[in-house]
């Protein structure tokens, strides 16, 4: 490997030294299915875990954990850049230095051999599998087995400017067909504001995680039951149409963006420059941050994913879960760390802590909390809305050349070096290349 265990790991504990802003004490005193009698008092956890303020104010709470087990637990805060690399060099190399760690929903099939399936636990501790979405908790399963629980997820919705639609009294778009005519309303009205901002430069695929939407809208998938490629079926290909007509024929999105990344896209909303935005939404924090953006809160408006008339809602999910590696040697004390993590109490009180501002919630009890939707704008029970019903991608090991594949097939797409059937049956013949090759 390019970098050498050692060397991550000490890369890990310079990033855990940034103590979060203000230690906090949870008040969720009681975490239901912990062991009654502190059987593992003593014991210290190691966990491996992304850099990200989520999990810093978990940290910031671990003395109620202690309190309630008399466990302690050290994390590692590994930057995102790095995580992968962190968890096959454990998963490879490991002697069992952690007894919990965190990986990306894209990475979990890849590092099938990193953890236990926790099917048991969750029984044991009468954990409810429908606390999650299932959008969110497919992710940590691999064949049949659940290796993770959610614990950091994202989703989709549309941003858009609210000081503009109500100056022009214009309606928030439901469907694609109503977002192509309200961003035509919106650059017939202002000068220089695109319609709606989105990327179809390739890197890392992003140039794909806003048309994932127009294909589960037109009610196709990217592999049917076989596993094979089923996005270049009639359906597929027309949601490849309806999204880079935007930029070919609609021209409804800023004159860069055959180029754009998904970070231009934001930073084109965020310097005025676009009126719509289909993104993520920890976005919110970057359009609200000036020293990113021109905007405030009061210009900032957000609304689900449009989709086709009669359709469900989707959302393109991101979803983070915890394992417990297989060389742990204090498996019974991570699986009372898990427990804890997976109170739905904990994470609706970092919800509402006035001190954090991360948005992130899984559980389906906090997405729909009154309390935690007041205090974002009702953002969690759009979330909840397009996870309701959302088709997600079940990430095999090939994925990252499928992914490849996809986004090159997109970009020829876009730019009008092939029409949309040739790059993506040409794609499809390819993915199909892959699969064979496993």
Same mark, same amino acid.
């Given at each position: 490997?390019?970098?050498?265990?050692?060397?991550?790991?000490?890369?890990?504990?310079?990033?855990?030294a940034?103590?979060?802003?203000?230690?906090?004490?949870?008040?969720?005193?009681?975490?239901?299915?912990?062991?009654?009698?502190?059987?593992?008092?003593?014991?210290e956890l190691?966990?491996?875990?992304?850099?990200?303020?989520?999990?810093?104010?978990?940290?910031?709470?671990?003395?109620?954990?202690?309190?309630?087990?008399?466990?302690?637990?050290?994390?590692?805060?590994?930057?995102?850049?790095s995580m992968?690399e962190?968890?096959?060099?454990?998963?490879?190399?490991?002697?069992?230095?952690?007894?919990?760690a965190?990986?990306?929903?894209?990475?979990?099939?890849?590092?099938?051999?990193?953890?236990?399936?926790?099917?048991?636990?969750?029984?044991?501790?009468?954990?409810p599998?429908?606390?999650?979405?299932?959008?969110h908790?497919? %992710?940590?399963?691999? =064949?049949?087995?659940?290796?993770?629980?959610?614990?950091?997820?994202? @989703?989709? *919705? &549309?941003?858009y400017? #609210?000081?503009?639609?109500?100056k022009?009294?214009?309606?928030?778009?439901?469907?694609?067909?109503?977002?192509?005519?309200?961003?035509?309303?919106?650059?017939?009205?202002?000068?220089?504001?695109a319609g709606?901002?989105?990327?179809?430069?390739?890197?890392?695929?992003?140039?794909?995680?806003?048309w994932y939407?127009?294909?589960?809208?037109?009610?196709?998938?990217?592999f049917d039951?076989?596993? %094979?490629?089923?996005? =270049?079926?009639?359906?597929?290909?027309?949601?490849v149409?309806?999204? @880079?007509? *935007? &930029?070919?024929?609609? #021209?409804?999105?800023?004159?860069?963006?055959?180029?754009?990344?998904?970070?231009?896209?934001?930073?084109?909303?965020?310097?005025?420059?676009?009126?719509?935005?289909?993104v993520w939404w920890?976005?919110?924090?970057?359009?609200?941050?000036?020293?990113?953006?021109?905007?405030?809160?009061?210009?900032?408006?957000?609304?689900?994913?449009?989709?086709?008339?009669?359709?469900?809602?989707?959302?393109?999910?991101?979803?983070?879960?915890?394992?417990?590696?297989?060389?742990?040697?204090?498996?019974?004390?991570?699986?009372?760390?898990?427990?804890?993590?997976?109170?739905?109490?904990?994470?609706?009180?970092?919800?509402?802590?006035?001190?954090?501002?991360?948005?992130?919630?899984?559980?389906?009890?906090?997405?729909?909390?009154?309390?935690?939707?007041?205090?974002?704008g009702?953002?969690?029970?759009?979330?909840?809305?397009?996870?309701?019903?959302t088709?997600?991608?079940?990430?095999?090991?090939?994925?990252?050349?499928i992914?490849?594949?996809l986004?090159?097939?997109?970009?020829?797409?876009?730019?009008?070096?092939?029409?949309?059937?040739?790059?993506?049956?040409?794609?499809?013949?390819?993915?199909?290349?892959?699969?064979?090759?496993?």
């Open positions: 490997m390019a970098i050498r265990r050692r060397e991550l790991l000490a890369a890990a504990a310079g990033g855990a940034f103590a979060a802003a203000a230690p906090a004490r949870a008040s969720v005193t009681a975490t239901p299915g912990l062991r009654p009698g502190k059987p593992f008092a003593g014991q190691k966990v491996l875990c992304v850099v990200s303020s989520q999990f810093r104010a978990h940290e910031a709470r671990l003395a109620a954990f202690t309190e309630q087990t008399g466990i302690t637990a050290k994390y590692t805060f590994v930057p995102f850049a992968r962190a968890l096959t060099a454990e998963m490879v190399g490991g002697g069992g230095d952690y007894d919990l965190i990986a990306m929903d894209q990475w979990v099939a890849s590092l099938n051999n990193l953890f236990d399936p926790i099917d048991d636990i969750v029984r044991a501790k009468s954990i599998l429908d606390r999650w979405p299932e959008a908790l497919r %992710q940590g399963r691999v =064949n049949g087995k659940l290796l993770g629980l959610p614990s950091r997820g994202h @989703v989709q *919705l &549309l941003f400017r #609210r000081d503009l639609f109500e022009h009294n214009l309606t928030v778009p439901a469907t694609w067909s109503a977002l192509v005519e309200t961003a035509k309303a919106v650059q017939e009205k202002e000068s220089g504001i709606v901002s989105v990327p179809y430069g390739r890197g890392n695929g992003q140039n794909l995680m806003v939407n127009f294909l589960w809208g037109r009610g196709a998938s990217l039951d076989r596993g %094979q490629p089923a996005f =270049n079926s009639a359906a597929g290909l027309q949601s149409q309806d999204y @880079v007509d *935007l &930029l070919r024929v609609h #021209r409804v999105v800023p004159s860069g963006a055959l180029s754009f990344t998904e970070q231009d896209a934001v930073n084109s909303m965020g310097q005025g420059n676009a009126a719509m935005l289909p920890w976005v919110r924090s970057t359009l609200l941050n000036p020293q990113s953006s021109r905007l405030t809160e009061s210009q900032i408006g957000f609304a689900p994913m449009p989709s086709y008339e009669g359709r469900p809602r989707t959302t393109f999910t991101n979803t983070w879960v915890w394992g417990i590696p297989r060389r742990s040697r204090r498996k019974e004390a991570a699986a009372e760390l898990l427990a804890w993590i997976a109170n739905p109490a904990l994470e609706r009180e970092i919800l509402l802590d006035p001190r954090e501002n991360d948005v992130v919630a899984v559980m389906q009890p906090n997405l729909l909390d009154e309390a935690v939707n007041a205090r974002f009702g953002m969690h029970r759009f979330a909840a809305e397009g996870l309701a019903r088709e997600s991608i079940t990430y095999g090991p090939e994925w990252p050349q992914s490849e594949a986004e090159t097939a997109m970009s020829e797409a876009a730019t009008g070096t092939r029409s949309v059937p040739d790059a993506f049956n040409g794609a499809a013949a390819q993915v199909r290349r892959i699969i064979r090759r496993g």
